[in-house]
């Protein structure tokens, strides 16, 4: 009999975790799963925070080890899960973020316009789903909710899944930032299944507070840094002003790499496009950047020179809006100090809007279970911390300028 190939991955969280199945070997292995080792977790936070460099692999991995403890867990508590659908939903879980491109979110929609990372996610799964002799049948199920056991669907994509379990540990270990320490040990611990639906013994209610609460505390600390949102809508003005002034005869614009597809033949995401993306990580963006550094566009190159030496829009966030009056006196003085047009000037300065909510009432729910069998939401228990004043998002205006 042949032995069952088994790796172990060293986490520097987690320590070891086990790879033991041909199917987990199939997704791993392939090159559109290794492209996530090129894609940035935190995209520009490492501006902030130098550690803050590990990848949408390691983020991926580290999920896929949260839920086969958080299965363990369950089944030690006789919920039932057949080894099948157990080995679906760590496929659903190492797959869940594949469908993110260059620098994840900072250029959700920009690059890629009007086509969410899950669209291509999913069209990535069902395409492996292909080359895997549709092995990935079950996964997808799960993965998109259509599976008869929703808890497991509940574990990948939640309120509080293993997902934002990794990435909340994972962030705050990596960035430094001790606000995100949350106790996912014991979270799974409490997980536990009532009427198919995924929830948390009561025993767990305040290391699931401690997690809202910290998840919050990491948009603004980590994710909503001013810096953080410098850099990015420094990248996201960037791609907007190559796409604005790209034409089929500008030489000095093209990258002979797999970018210029997407600037010049781009339409929809269909199987030519598909195989395009997934070619594309966040090296594509920073050699365009290098390369764009020299263009004799004066918004384009001073964009690309500021951003790879760090000298980023000078950011302020406040809770009222900004006055109109005001950003447009300093568009005029930017205009003459650039020697560019008023409308390009907008490139330079301009307002913006940021939300953070803590918990989403009207979404998925985290229900508590209590000893004599009833349950409710975390915003209804005893004198809860998640009520509705930490369920209403906080919305801060920001106005990045060029100095």
């Known amino acids: 009999m042949q032995k069952t190939k088994r790796k172990i991955i060293n986490d520097p969280i987690y320590g070891f975790i086990t790879i ?3 199917l987990l070997f199939f997704i791993i292995d392939h090159p559109w799963y290794q492209r996530l080792r090129r894609i940035y977790q935190m995209a520009f936070a490492q501006l902030v925070y130098p550690g803050a460099v590990h990848t949408r692999l390691h983020h991926s991995l580290g999920a896929y080890h949260l839920i086969c403890l958080a299965i363990n867990e369950l089944k030690n508590k006789n919920v039932d899960i057949t080894d099948e659908e157990e080995l679906a939903a760590k496929c659903a879980i190492l797959l869940h973020d594949i469908g993110h491109g260059p620098f994840s979110h900072a250029l959700e929609n920009v690059l890629i316009p009007n086509v969410h990372h899950e669209e291509i996610g999913l069209q990535i799964m069902h395409e492996l789903n292909k080359q895997s002799g549709g092995k990935l049948d079950m996964a997808i199920s799960i993965f998109t909710n259509q599976y008869e056991k929703q808890f497991l669907h509940q574990l990948i994509s939640g309120q509080l899944d293993v997902d934002r379990m990794d990435y ?9 930032v001790s606000e995100g320490v949350i106790g996912y040990d014991r979270i799974l611990k409490m997980l536990t299944v009532n009427n198919g639906q995924l929830m948390v013994e009561e025993k767990g209610l305040y290391s699931v507070e401690k997690f809202l609460v910290a998840r919050r505390l990491m948009y603004w600390q980590v994710y909503l840094h001013k810096a953080v949102l410098a850099a990015e809508k420094m990248i996201i003005k960037i791609i907007e002003r190559a796409r604005e002034i790209y034409t089929p005869s500008a030489n000095d614009l093209k990258l002979n790499s ?9 339409t929809n995401m269909n199987e030519e496009a598909l195989q395009k993306f997934c070619l594309l990580d966040d090296v ?5 950047v ?28 406040q809770t009222e809006p900004f006055d109109e009056e005001e950003v447009l006196s300093v568009k005029k003085m930017l205009s003459k100090k650039f020697n560019v047009s008023l409308k390009d000037s907008s490139y330079f300065i301009f307002t913006g809007q940021a939300v953070n909510t803590t918990y989403q009432l009207k979404d998925e729910r985290i229900n508590i279970l209590s000893k004599n069998g009833t349950y409710n939401d975390i915003s209804e228990v005893a004198d809860p911390l998640i009520h509705k004043t930490l369920s209403m998002p906080v919305k801060k205006f920001y106005i990045c300028q060029l100095t």
Request: net charge positive; proline share 4%.
């Open 20 to 22: 033991n199945d041909p």
């Open 284 to 288: 594509d963006i920073m050699f365009a």
């Open 168 to 176: 909340l540990t994972r962030d705050s270990f990596y960035s430094g």
């Open 290 to 317: 290098k390369q764009w550094s020299n263009h004799p566009d004066i918004v384009l190159s001073t964009l690309c020179k500021n951003l790879l030496n760090r000298k980023l829009y000078k950011t302020k966030l």
């Open 258 to 266: 797999t970018l210029d597809y997407f600037f010049e033949s781009f």
